[in-house]
Structures are given as C-alpha cells and as structure tokens.
C-alpha cells in the first residue's frame, strides 16, 4: 500500500486539460480555487478544475494537509410572504386560513467557500384564542450544501399555519372576545452550522428576548 505525501513548499507540475504545463507550488487552496507560485515568482489563482484529475487530487491533499482556520462571518435577514390561503366556516365563525413561509436571506462573507453547510432555524408566531395571545414557535432544519464567498442565497422555511377568525355579524361573545383574531409570525431566528459545529447565529427583529443579533446589526442587510 503506498501513500502520497503532500510535503510543505514542493514544486511541481501542473498540467491543464489541454495539456499545457507549468511548475509551482501550491501556497493555498479553497474547495474550489488555489493559489499557486510559480518558478518565475508569479502567483497565479485558478479554479480547481483547470487542472487534471491528478493535480486535484494533489491539490486535495494539500488542503488536507495545511487546514485553513476560517474566520466565519455572515449577514442574514428575512421576510414573509404567503403560500396558500382557504375559508372555512365553524358555526356563526368564518375561518380564514393561511399557510405562510419565511424566506431566510443568508450572505457568506467568511472570505472562502464553504461545504455542507446546513441552517437551523425557529419561527416564532402569536396564535389567538378567545383573546389571549399564546406565542408558540416552529422549528425546522435546511440543508444548504456548497456556500461560495459572497455569494447570497435565498432558503425556504417549511410553511407555518395562521388562522383568522371572524364572528359574522349580529353575534358575540358574552365574555367579551374580539370578534376577530389573528395569528400572526413575530420573528424568527437563525443558525448555521459546519463542520458539525455552529458558527453564526441571528435572531430578527420580533423574536423573544434572548436572541443573539448578527454582530449587533438589527437593520436590513439586503435590498428589498
């Protein structure tokens, strides 16, 4: 069994696809780009896949072998929007009800790209009964996968179900209750995850108290 050795400042051949060839060696690497120096003294930054499979393979190693320590750092914010909407009636009562979805905008500014990045998350709501305001929340797991520096991307909550209730006229209630409640999303919080581990965690404006603020932001960091 024979295994390759990824040794520190080694020089080497690095061919392309069509077979042209340089020597360099290897100073950095992402997932999908490296940075190479070549014998004249050029640094040279190309994707991965500009090189045979070999020199991935190579390249692979190295990463490997010199593990980068990543200053994870991100912008995040979200909206809501409507999916579905159904009446309904319950006696004297007309039901309206909504299935709403919160859109998570994320922002990977952590200066590299990132693998198997996965995102958890906790959408807080007021449900109305009989006019107490009961907040309950939903949460739920996204997988996002590759995250590329800077790029921004837009991921999908599972849907959250609101309710409106309105008593038709000429009723009420003998305790007083409003003759219309509705549900509402208050806020939502956001964590991602790499590597097993959390590495940023967000919280909206609306959410319970407690919640951890992308590095003190509280406004947009997207346009609308």
Known sequence: MFTTVVCADETRTFTSPD???????????????????????LTIVAPIDKFIPADQEFIGQWRVAHPVQ??????????KSKASSTKSKQGAT?????????????ANESGQ?????????????????RGNKIVR?????????????????????????????????????TDGSKTREKDSIMG????MNHDGK????WSSKGAP??????????????AK
């Open 19 to 41: 077979k042209r060839t340089m020597q360099a060696e290897v100073v950095a690497a992402t997932t999908d780009r490296v940075t190479l120096k070549t014998a004249a003294g």
């Open 137 to 173: 929340q939903f949460t739920g797991k996204a997988a996002i996968g590759t995250v590329k520096n800077l790029q921004q991307m837009v991921v999908k909550t599972e849907q959250v179900k609101l309710e409106t209730s309105l008593l038709q006229g000429g009723f009420y209630y």
């Open 188 to 191: 939502m919080t956001i964590d």
């Open 70 to 79: 990543i200053k994870y750092k991100f912008a995040a914010d979200y909206t």
């Open 94 to 106: 007309d039901i309206i009800t909504e299935m709403w979805e919160c859109n998570m905008k994320i």
């Open 209 to 222: 108290k407690g919640g951890v603020t992308s590095e003190g932001k509280s406004e947009s960091v997207f």
């Open 198 to 201: 959390k590495i940023f965690s």
């Open 113 to 129: 790209t990132l693998d198997g990045v996965t995102v958890d998350y906790i959408i807080y709501y007021n449900q109305m009964e």
